[in-house]
Structure formats: structure tokens, C-alpha cells
């Protein structure tokens, strides 16, 4: 699978002159293209705060760990491109091998296609008419485009069928049928629903069965054994519903496909099994681990395989930067980060290092441990401090966040350093985000 429009249309984005549009943006880069802000090997200490980061290191190390982990079991990678909607990210991990990318609505959907991602896994619903007008188009103008939708109901395939043949759309779309479970968002219910979508999208002319998925993240949360014993049943019958649909699909190789982000070694152990089987339409199993990229020191590291020890060993890849403004009391702080800034639907920051930087440029580091932050306002973090605390006015505190999802949505350009935990971090690249 080529990837050459991509990085095609990277390079032209690279070259743009960066400006003050982007929060992330210093003034000594106004003018220069990324790679001329590049050659001024920027100091971490030299970015204003707040600020969010990515860590080169551990970006690389994610990456080939999930892929070694994923080749090892014969599972492919479809990672959800919605955590960062970074299309220089997808890239690397195309590059690395992954089979496609991932995104979640009609809006990332026209991303992935204007950045010149070649197969994307719509991982929902499409029924806007003229979204069903627009993508049969696109693939008809281009034979190396691909996307794969999901279908759960009667009322969507009938609704993408007339969509796609009244607009005269040439080639089929390939559809899987989600499977969900009770008030676990969208998907059929039972396994009778299921096969009878299923028939429907056999019967339609511009669709053409191709899979079966669902996401078993919605099912249960945490990692006790009632949580993990019901993953692995929805699981289960997500392979049930396959098998009983092997006769039935319309591709050479249909797909087997769950989420995979905090229980990606379940997935494993339910549906790899199902891409070793001997039958002719031996599925592609497909995992679309959105957040294994980047991970975290939070929700991601807590309910994930290193809870366990049953998965690739990954690291976080994001932290944020804020400086203290003010510790007006004993055992409070303030520092510049706030709700706009940083993620807190998974849990508030916590203040890892501190950083001192002495007016000949020389930076000190701790290491910080009992500080807590306790709120966060739209522009502030409000840091519990433990007695004998070392933080004061003009210090910056590195923070572990959780849950890159909602992290990156908040940055249109993210500069990555090489090494976090390096005595000297530098910004070695500068991504560029689409929400």
C-alpha cells in the first residue's frame, strides 16, 4: 500500500510559514516553515507554557512494540486516526506496516481522504445522503481509495443502498455489521438481528458484505474479573456472529475487527484464533487500537495489559508543561495549564518533575512526589502541595495526563522533543493536528 500522496501532501503542509494562529507557535518561528524552526534546535526551556509535548523515544517505542506484538499473533493494526487526527502520525504507522486507518465519523472520514490516506476503516455509520453521494464518488474517481463502513440496521442499509445506486455509484462499498450489546452504544443486539442485516446487505446493490466488528470498550470498564469476564463473552460473540456468516460474505477476505485500546490482549486471545482457522474465508483479524501510540500515565497505563502483564510494554508519549504562577498560600499552588489545555475527562494531571531554569540558563530537575493536582479551571491548575514542597513562583512542572483522546484536540500543532526525561529535551519535529 503506497503512502506517497501522503507524504506528498505532507511536505506541502511542512512547508507552510508557521504564524501566531497556532497556540504552539513561538515568535522566533514566525516566517519559517517547520523544518527552518527546526534548525534553530529549540531548547524545551525556550517553549512558552502551557504547552503539550511528544516524546520521540517513546512515540518509536510504541510503535514497533505494537507492531512486533500484533505480527507475533497474526493480527493487523487499523488504528483509530481519531485520538490524534494527526496525519503525519498515521503515516508512520502505515509506514510501519498498519493495514489502515481508522477514523470515526463523515468529518475525519473527508480528513483521511484530503490527507491521501489510501484505506480507512469508517468505524460507525454513514447515512447522510449526501456524504453516501460524496464517498461513492471518490471512490469511483480513484480505484486505489478504499473505506469500509459499519452497518447495523434494516433502516442504515436500506438507506446507503438507495443513497449510493440513485447516485449512480459504480463500485460497492464493503460494509461489516457492528455488533454491540445492550445500552453499549450502537450495533445489533442479538445474533438474529444480526444475520438479518446481514441478508439485507447481500440483497443491496451498492453494498457488498465484507465483516463483522464491533467495540468492546463500551461493554465494561476496569480490569476486575467481572469486567474482563464480560469483554471476553462480547467477544466471543462477535466471532459466533462470524462464523455464522461465512457462507455469506462477498469478499475473498472478510474482517473480524474489534477496538483493542485498553483490552487489546483480550481481543487477541478471542479473535486471533479465527485468522489461524483452516476455512476458505479465513477472516482478517483486525485491531483498531487508537491509543497505543501515544498510551498515558493514567487511564490507558491503569486499565490497559501492563495492568496485567498480557501485552506490549508501552510508555506515555504525551506530557504537558505549565508554569507556577503563584503559591499565594502554604500547601497551594497555580500554574498556567488549564481545562484548554490539558485532558481531564480521564482523571486530572499529575505533576511528575519540576524544572528550574537559573538566570545563567543552567536547568535543575527534580523528581516530585505527593503533589497533586486537585482542579483545574479554564486557565489554571490548582496543585496540592505535600510540606517541604521545592516549587515556587516561575518553576515548570512536566504532567502526566490521561487519555490522549481529548488531549490532542485541544493543540492544532504539538511539538515533539526526543526525550522527556532527558536532562535537556530539544523539539526535534512539529506535528500538525485536524479537528
Keep these: 500500500m503506497s503512502t506517497d500522496h501522503l507524504a506528498r501532501l505532507l511536505e506541502e503542509e511542512r512547508a507552510e510559514p508557521l ?44 510503535l514497533h512494540a505494537m507492531k512486533d506484538w500484533c505480527e507475533a499473533a497474526g493480527v493487523s493494526l487499523a488504528p483509530h486516526g481519531k485520538t490524534t487526527m494527526a496525519p503525519a502520525l498515521w503515516r508512520e504507522q502505515l509506514e510501519a506496516g498498519a493495514w489502515a486507518i481508522t477514523v470515526a465519523n463523515e468529518p475525519q472520514l473527508r480528513v483521511a481522504r484530503g490527507a491521501g490516506v489510501p484505506r480507512v476503516v469508517l468505524a460507525n455509520l454513514l447515512i447522510r445522503r449526501e456524504a453516501l453521494v460524496w464517498l461513492g464518488r471518490e471512490l469511483d474517481a480513484d480505484e486505489d481509495f478504499t ?73 465494561a470498564h476496569g480490569t476486575g474479573d467481572a469486567a474482563l469476564a464480560a469483554i471476553t463473552a462480547y467477544l466471543s460473540g462477535l466471532v459466533d456472529v462470524h462464523r455464522a456468516l461465512l457462507d455469506d460474505y462477498e469478499v475473498a477476505e472478510p474482517l473480524l475487527s474489534a477496538g483493542g485500546s485498553a483490552y487489546p490482549d483480550l481481543v487477541r486471545a478471542v479473535l486471533a484464533p479465527e485468522g489461524r482457522s483452516e476455512t476458505p474465508r479465513r477472516p482478517r483479524v483486525l485491531l483498531r487500537s487508537g491509543a497505543y501510540l501515544v498510551h498515558d500515565d493514567g487511564y490507558y497505563r491503569a486499565v490497559g495489559p501492563d495492568s496485567r502483564g498480557t501485552g506490549p510494554r508501552l510508555r506515555s508519549a504525551m506530557h504537558a508543561w505549565g508554569r507556577v504562577l503563584s503559591v499565594p498560600e502554604p500547601g497551594r499552588a497555580y500554574l498556567d495549564v488549564g481545562r484548554r489545555d490539558v ?26 512526589e505527593g503533589h497533586d493536582v486537585i482542579a483545574l479551571d479554564d486557565q489554571h491548575a490548582h496543585v496540592r502541595l505535600p510540606a517541604g514542597s521545592p516549587v515556587r513562583v516561575g518553576d515548570v512542572l512536566r504532567l502526566g495526563l490521561s487519555h490522549p483522546c481529548t488531549a490532542f484536540d485541544k493543540w492544532s500543532l504539538i511539538p515533539i522533543i526526543d526525550d522527556a526525561a532527558a536532562d535537556s529535551p530539544v523539539v526535534v519535529d512539529l506535528v500538525r493536528c485536524h479537528f
Design 147 to 219: 473505506v469500509i463502513c459499519w452497518v447495523d440496521s434494516l433502516d442504515a442499509v436500506r438507506t446507503m443502498d438507495e443513497a449510493l445506486t440513485g447516485a449512480g455509484v459504480r463500485r460497492r462499498v464493503p460494509v461489516l455489521v457492528e455488533v454491540g450489546a445492550p445500552g453499549a452504544r450502537t450495533g445489533v443486539r442479538d445474533r438474529a438481528q444480526a444475520l438479518e442485516v446481514a441478508r439485507a446487505v447481500v440483497a443491496a446493490r451498492g453494498l457488498e458484505l465484507a465483516g463483522v466488528a464491533g467495540y468492546e470498550g463500551s461493554v
Design 343 to 368: 485532558p481531564f475527562d480521564q482523571g486530572l494531571p499529575v505533576p511528575q518533575q519540576l524544572r528550574r531554569r537559573a538566570t545563567s540558563g543552567e536547568v535543575a530537575t527534580m523528581v516530585l
Design 19 to 62: 504564524t501566531w494562529r497556532d497556540k504552539a507557535v513561538q515568535p522566533a518561528w514566525y516566517g519559517r516553515s517547520v523544518d527552518e524552526a527546526l534548525t534553530l534546535t529549540p531548547a524545551l526551556e525556550t517553549l512558552s507554557t502551557p504547552m503539550l509535548t511528544l516524546d520521540r523515544s517513546a512515540l518509536d517505542h510504541n
